[in-house]
């Protein structure tokens, strides 16, 4: 496969609700989506960056600076290029796993397109529908939490993620748990803490939870190993993780018990899917999360979340949990589960006249 040109688009999509988590609070999802053209066919994929470098050091508009002068033109360079050569081509640069993901991931779809593979067959799935989760921000009060909660068990959705912070954990956890009963329940602190609270934390152990997701910073893995020790709530590590070899050591440590894959966090779908192989070497359970993802990058998170390893809802929520209009057709939840796209690549592609009403800037970026 010869590329011929990339496209960078800038959309920005409002969300439904507000989601607020230790990192901020957000109302629109700014996106990069990637969309590469070769002498076969053409692909998409969509980078997870925020618009500013507070979840991770990546932000969208660094994410296409990065694409445009470096990643781009050194994918170009590959003759005869398919997904696996990406990484490889990309090896002399440091950093940047997000936009690295979004460049494969449209790489993956043009190949597996033109040859007719739909993405979930490609990376191994067994599962054609995958059961979902819904991730829970952080509210104005805890009525307004209990509401937001029972309005997603009405829904259908499986399992529910709290965002907890200091000062909003124990309380709203307890809250939840009074009363739904023994809905599957986790919490997610996206690093908010430290080792300073440790036996604060261990106080979540009175509620049943799935997991403690990412409770510490994202190199302590010596401080989420000793929280191990200390509560009988499996740890999760999320942003830790960031390749098949740190989720070795993760493991090795101690420092976990359940991951959470988050594609475009450790680099793309084929490092995800190596994780994902990893951990099922260990009998580590994994999920996967969320970024809010527009349909560009549900469908994909979607193929992989039906490998035999994800064994916890993720957050792969239906469209209308985040958008009105999504940039794809949406996908809907049925008895708890959205359907893995059969098509080939990703699945799916932007319904024109949404990618249209969404677009901020587009920038083309011709080779060959």
Known sequence: MKLTGVELRTVRVPLVTPFRTSFGTETVREALL????????????????DTAPLYSPEYTHAAADVLTRFLV???AGVPELDAHQVAPALAG??????????????????????????LAHAL???????????????????????DAVGGYLDAGYLRIKLKIEPGWDVEPVRAV????????????????????????????DDFGLLMLEQPLAVDDLLGHARLAALLTTPICLDESITSARAAADAIALGACRVVNIKPGRVGGYLEARRIHDVC???DVPVWCGGMLETGVGRAANLALAALP??????DTSASERYYATDLTEPFRLVDGHLPVPTGPGIGVAPLPDALEEFTTGATWVPLG
């Open 34 to 49: 990637v969309r590469v053209v070769s002498d076969e066919a053409e692909g998409w994929g969509e980078c997870g960056a």
């Open 73 to 75: 033109p050194a994918v």
């Open 93 to 118: 640069f440091k950093g940047h796993r997000m936009a690295r993901a979004a460049l494969e991931t449209a790489v993956l779809d043009a190949d597996l397109r033109a040859r007719g593979v739909p």
């Open 124 to 146: 191994g799935a067994v599962r054609s529908t995958v059961p979902c989760g819904v991730s829970v921000g952080i509210t104005e009060s805890i009525p307004a939490l209990l």
């Open 177 to 204: 748990r009074e009363r739904f009963g023994d809905v599957p329940l986790q919490v997610d602190a996206n690093t908010a803490y430290s080792r300073a609270d440790l036996r604060h934390l261990a106080r979540l």
């Open 280 to 282: 099922a070497a260990h």
């Open 309 to 314: 390893g994800f064994r916890f809802p993720g």
